[in-house]
């Protein structure tokens, strides 16, 4: 059973009946008075999403940006977020380096750790964060309409692209697994880890994997502007699929259109386009928009100093097919990234 059947079978009972807004979308919404809570949680697993040699720093970092994202994906401004953790040891060293990270982002997301629980085992890290908006501007994943342009922001592809060239290191160290951080035994071996990214690997590909910038600004300015947003965590294939099943339409996507990190240009046209569809662990946004709205959100663009790029339009259908420049349709067979797949 896939990742999203077992939600959907044991988790997921129909519309939420207290909650604005219940499973299914970046973050559940919560009336509180004047105003809605956005709220999200995220796991992040050692192994699983992320090596287990990683930056402590950049873990901090990455441990809350990725939750950040779900907030970005809803056009909520950050209040707080609490910390449950699971700890092998109590390495001083680490733990001081993990929280540098975590409370440099904290601090100008502006927000603030207010709880958590810590227990000794593998290491574990969930976070759950809250943020706030005006009541009914939530960016929802179900509110795309037929002849919505469709956009992403930043450029795709650069973490996966690292992830990938560093399982290929690892393989070629050791037979592993190639679609997770473990090896068929559950852990990496020393030896592997010690294989580390291939030198090869762009410094802004192994940034973009490590140091996410959730798109928290530009999520708020989208607030009545976009019709629907999702965050890109799976990859733009999977997470459009999602934005699409839950607004009923179809999408048609220019795939030369979407923008690839800098750096992965020389790679060939079906791995760029493999990490540009399939690509996971990006944290931009991919939202949809009435096309008279191109002029004020090119100018966000501009403001924030963000790429903002139209990928492609919402159509009436049921699929997404992806075309090329002479609206030719092109063959891909990947797909997006999911637990349990
Ligand atoms: P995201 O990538 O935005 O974090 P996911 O793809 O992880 O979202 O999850 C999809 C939806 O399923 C979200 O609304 C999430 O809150 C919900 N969800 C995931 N796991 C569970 C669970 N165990 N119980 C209830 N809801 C869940
Ligand atoms: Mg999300």
Redesign the pocket.
């Known amino acids: 059973m896939r990742?999203?059947e077992l939600?959907r079978r044991f988790?997921?009972r129909g519309p939420a009946r207290k909650a604005v807004l219940?499973?299914?979308?970046?973050c559940?919404l919560v009336d509180a008075g004047e105003a809605t809570l956005a709220v999200?949680?995220?796991m992040l697993v050692e192994g699983r999403h992320f090596f287990a040699d990683m930056d402590p720093a950049s873990l901090g970092h990455k441990a809350l940006a990725v939750n950040l994202s779900?907030l970005a994906?809803m056009g909520a401004e950050p209040l707080g977020f609490t910390l449950a953790m699971a700890l092998p040891r109590a390495d001083q060293a680490w733990l001081q380096a993990f929280s540098q990270g975590l409370f440099a982002l904290a601090d100008r997301s502006g927000c603030e750790l207010v709880g958590g629980d810590t227990t000794q085992g593998p290491l574990n890290l969930s976070l759950t964060v809250f943020g706030r908006l005006p009541r009914g501007v939530a960016l929802r994943r179900d509110g795309a309409q037929p002849g919505d342009d469709l956009w992403v922001s930043g450029e795709l592809g650069g973490a996966a692209h690292a992830v990938r060239r560093r399982y290929a290191a690892m393989a070629a160290a050791q037979g592993l697994d190639g679609r997770t951080l473990a090896g068929p035994d559950g852990g990496v071996s020393a030896q592997a880890l010690r294989t580390g990214f291939p030198a090869d690997v762009p410094a802004l590909a192994l940034a973009r994997l490590e140091r996410p910038e959730p798109r928290l600004a530009l999520g708020m300015a989208l607030r009545h502007l976009a019709s629907s947003a999702?965050?890109l965590?799976?990859g733009l294939l999977g997470d459009l699929g999602?934005l699409c099943e839950r607004s009923r339409c179809g999408a048609q996507l220019r795939v030369e259109r979407v923008p690839l990190c800098p750096g992965l240009e020389g790679l060939d046209a079906r791995e760029r386009l493999s990490l540009a569809l399939t690509g996971g662990d990006d944290y931009e946004l991919c939202f949809t928009a009435a096309p008279e709205n191109r002029p004020r959100i090119r100018r966000i663009g501009q403001e924030l100093g963000l790429a903002l790029t139209v990928v492609g339009q919402i159509d009436a259908g049921d699929r997404i097919s992806l075309v090329d420049e002479d609206d030719r349709p092109v063959a891909f067979e990947g797909r997006a990234h999911e637990h349990f797949a």
């Open positions: 990742e999203f939600i988790f997921d219940g499973i299914g979308d970046d559940a999200s949680t995220d779900d994906a999702i965050d965590s799976d999602h």
